[in-house]
């Protein structure tokens, strides 16, 4: 094969997607700063991060809250997040297993997606839809050679490749992410990697004519194909017949850790990086800015606002001269010392829950349980990670980017801080499964108010004839002393 030409290697172009390095690497691996732009669309420049979406929306946020008080400019939504009503044939214990899902006959005119009807999502936003929820969960079955095993919120279950190529034919994302044989939770073995790359390789196949065989002969949407969480050398034949025969009918590359740059082939190196959720930290972010990755979907921002904590970190670092230790990258809001803190969640933020509210406000809300605790923190934490991609953009394009990484890891911790705190209601396919007999998910919501809890259960409803000292006795009233 002829060598890549570094130059061509700065741009890629396709009918719906394009996507420029403003500053290629300089080597093989290395930060790199590029604009991604699809029809449409706002155009993204990355690096960049994919709001992390539940069911289509950003957790603890409407669609115009989103709209008017976040920078969020593209959404990652899953098949399996939704499919309980938009995929019910790949359920088992789905009832009315003929019933046409709803999204499926939602109203949308010709050129437009109707997921991105049915979700309410801004029509300048991308939208990206993939295979599995982020981060996702262990699945107890295996993949088999035509279909994923899934985790919905009706049990398990198996996606198989033919019911995704339908749901993007009908869906219409604006890119879509190739189903990739991937083990969640433990390592596969080595005659599972063998088979990986195999299957990988027929279900990008099967998508991409599935994609390119609609009525008017153009794809409505992109394609970004796996690269796989194993070594180069053992899938040697699917990225060979990835960078040959289907490079033309790419448009990206997904990631399922960050690691796996170095899997990448030469000639596919131009195109943009997305990659799934490994990083945990900023941290982790910046490491793999380091080798060269585009874009992230960061569940890290969902994880901390329901914990009740708020960021406090920048990027680059300002760090005091006479600061002893390292800075904390969060608050726990839930702590009673911000009961009557006036000051903003973070000095000189311009988000809207710092310059509308304070500390004591936020702590109050969250200890009172209402749920506008945490679209407060969720707006603040998404505009901390904007201007951390924004510096970190910055810091890339003046060729500061290392040093500044280096102070970043002295100045703060390298983890968030734990929560202390009781967070929202979670959804019990947030968990994996344990068996009978685990611990509560949630706490009780409702309790009796003192210390007749006991006499409760076991009286009755007073009889219309109980005079006081009946309802004093089982508990209902006191009666009152003359």
């Known amino acids: 094969m002829p060598a890549a030409n570094p130059h061509s290697m700065a741009r890629h172009s396709s009918k719906l997607l394009s996507f420029q390095l403003s500053r290629p690497q300089s080597d093989k691996n290395g930060p790199r700063v590029g604009c991604l732009a699809f029809q449409g669309r706002n155009p993204i420049d990355t690096p960049h991060y994919v709001a992390v979406s539940s069911r289509g929306a950003v957790p ?6 989103t709209r008017d008080n976040t920078s969020i400019r593209a959404v990652y939504t899953a098949v399996e997040d939704s499919s309980s009503y938009w995929s019910p044939q790949v359920i088992e214990k789905a009832a009315h297993q003929s019933q046409v899902p709803p ?43 035509s279909a994923i095993s899934i985790v919905t919120s009706l049990g398990f279950g198996m996606l198989a490749c033919t019911d995704y190529a339908e749901a993007i034919q009908r869906l219409q994302p604006d890119i879509v992410l190739g189903m990739g044989d991937v083990l969640f939770g433990h390592k596969p073995g080595v005659k599972r990697k063998d088979l990986m790359g195999d299957r990988t390789l027929v279900w990008l196949k099967e998508l991409i004519s599935a994609m390119e065989n609609e009525e008017d002969g153009t794809p409505k949407t992109a394609l970004f194909a796996p690269i796989l969480p194993i070594e180069a050398e053992q899938q040697t034949n699917y990225l060979d017949d990835l960078q040959d025969e289907l490079k033309d009918s790419v448009s990206g590359l997904v990631l399922y850790n960050s690691a796996s740059i170095d899997a990448i082939p030469m000639n596919l190196r131009g195109l943009p990086r997305l990659s799934l959720g490994d990083a945990t930290s900023p941290h982790k972010l910046l490491d793999a800015m380091a080798l060269g990755m585009d874009a992230f979907t960061i569940p890290f921002i969902d994880d901390a606002t329901d914990g009740g904590i708020a960021f406090c970190f920048s990027f680059p670092a300002h760090r005091d001269a006479n600061l002893k230790g390292q800075l904390a990258l969060g608050i726990d809001m839930w702590s009673s010392a911000f009961a009557s803190d006036v000051s903003p969640l973070q000095t000189d933020c311009q988000c809207y829950t710092c310059t509308n509210h304070h500390r004591a406000f936020v702590q109050h809300l969250l200890n009172a349980k209402e749920m506008l605790g945490w679209v407060l923190l969720q707006l603040h934490n998404h505009h901390i990670i904007d201007e951390f991609f924004a510096g970190a953009r910055d810091s890339i394009h003046s060729g500061c980017f290392e040093g500044d990484r280096v102070k970043f890891e002295n100045t703060y911790a390298a983890e968030l801080p734990a929560k202390t705190g009781q967070g929202p209601r979670v959804r019990g396919y ?28 076991e009286s009755a409803f007073p009889n219309p004839e109980a005079d006081a000292e009946d309802l004093e006795q089982q508990g209902f009233a006191e009666k009152v002393k003359s």
């Not at 603890?60 to 809250?65: C, E, N, P």
């Not at 991105?116 to 981060?135: D, E, H, N, S, V």
């Not at 685990?438 to 009796?448: I, L």
């Open 430 to 457: 947030q968990f994996r499964s344990e068996g009978k007999g685990g611990p509560r998910k949630n706490p009780v919501a409702y309790r009796p108010l003192d210390d007749r809890k006991e006499k409760f259960p």
């Open 60 to 65: 603890h946020l409407s669609q115009d809250m």
């Open 103 to 145: 999204v499926f006959n939602f109203p949308a005119p010709p050129n437009e997606s109707p997921l991105r009807k049915f979700i309410a999502l801004q029509k300048k936003t991308l939208l990206i839809l993939g295979t599995r929820r982020i981060p996702p969960l262990p699945c107890p079955a295996s993949s088999t050679s």
